[in-house]
């Protein structure tokens, strides 16, 4: 874990201002959840409170960077913080046993110990029940912190015993901050990632590292006009490019409600609506006319159910299919 200031955390200022004070006033509590939106800082909020918790003498940005601890946890190397994480896409009750033994020994080069339990929602029944035993009665050294985008997930015991920060989505321009200063202030299509982040800039940074995407957006606008002009070999060629892409679907999808959606904006505002692919305004305006709005509305439902489809498993390639047929059928109306 390097070293984090508060300073790094854009936005979530309700919480910075409450994690500070409380090191002002030395008034910690012994188990915190950090809950709200995956890709929002929960985690890296975690790690700077962590940090401040444990240096010797922390400061107004969290962690001083100077002490014996800061070092360490500089060179990832503090054996006063303890993180579990998922293994297997659970947390089972052996990593919490394994935690709990750790948690017995006095901390070595800090006041205090912390425990970081990231993803702390795919906890088993078990796990959860095992730290429970070590919430009701932590010793005083311990600081243990939930983090989880899904707060319901947790037994109502857990949250009982634990104080609750609720992490907010990013605004538009938190997004901006935060993906200038991880990506650059010229990275390739960034109005696409601001608009994928929805509010959350973990999101978009995810996205940014996935292998070709920037050209399948690009492509996804010419899958559609493709399939508009009707005819099964459309759909053969359109599918090819699904295929491609079968293992970020997820992102595929989004990609291709974004398209739909501009499409949509531009059928209706014209030259003044607003559009994510802003980049490809030209030819999005070009052919907006083409469409009726009801069967771009259309689309956007069929992919709605491709994604409901895929959840419940359903054949990957059916899938997209149907989906594409019935998308050519609204478009050729
Ligand atoms: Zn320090």
Redesign the pocket.
């Known amino acids: 874990m390097p070293l984090i200031g508060f300073d790094e955390i854009v936005g979530q200022k309700h919480i910075i201002d409450i994690m500070r004070s409380s090191l002002r006033d030395a008034r910690v509590s012994h188990a915190y959840i950090f809950d709200g939106p995956s890709g929002v800082g929960k985690r890296t909020a975690a790690r700077a409170y962590a940090?401040a918790l444990?240096?010797?003498?922390?400061r107004e940005n969290g962690?001083?960077?100077?002490?014996?601890?800061?070092v360490q946890?500089a060179s990832n190397n503090c054996m006063d913080l303890y993180e579990v994480d998922i293994e297997e896409r659970r947390i089972v009750i052996d990593q919490i046993r394994n935690l709990q033994s750790d948690i017995i020994k006095r901390p070595l080069y800090s006041e205090r110990k912390v425990y970081i339990i990231n993803n702390a929602e795919t906890m088993t029944g078990e796990a959860q029940n095992a730290l429970l035993k070590t919430l009701e009665n932590p010793p005083g050294y311990v600081v243990l912190i939930l983090v989880t985008s899904n707060y319901d997930a947790l037994y109502p015991t857990i949250k009982s015993r634990t104080v609750r920060y609720s992490f907010r989505r990013n605004s538009r321009d938190e997004v901006k901050l935060i993906l200038d200063k991880k990506l650059g202030p010229n990275f390739p299509h960034r109005d696409f990632l601001e608009a994928y982040a929805d509010g959350a800039a973990g999101a978009a940074l995810d996205m940014s590292m996935v292998e070709g995407l920037p050209e399948a957006n690009e492509e996804i606008i010419n899958v559609i006009f493709l399939l508009k002009k009707g005819g099964v070999s459309q759909i053969i060629k359109a599918y090819q490019f699904f295929e491609k892409h079968k293992e970020v679907y997820p992102v595929i999808s989004k990609m291709m409600r974004f398209a739909f959606r501009d499409l949509l904006n531009a059928r209706i505002g014209g030259a003044e609506g607003e559009l994510i692919n802003n980049d490809k305004k030209d030819i999005i305006l070009r052919n907006a006319p083409d469409f009726s709005t009801a069967s771009l509305l259309n689309c956007i439902d069929a992919i709605d159910e491709s994604e409901r489809a895929l959840n419940s498993n359903t054949n990957f390639e059916l899938m997209i299919k149907v989906m594409l047929l019935k998308m050519q059928e609204e478009m050729s109306q």
């Open positions: 940090g444990l240096c010797a003498e922390p962690p001083c960077g100077l002490c014996a601890v800061c946890l």
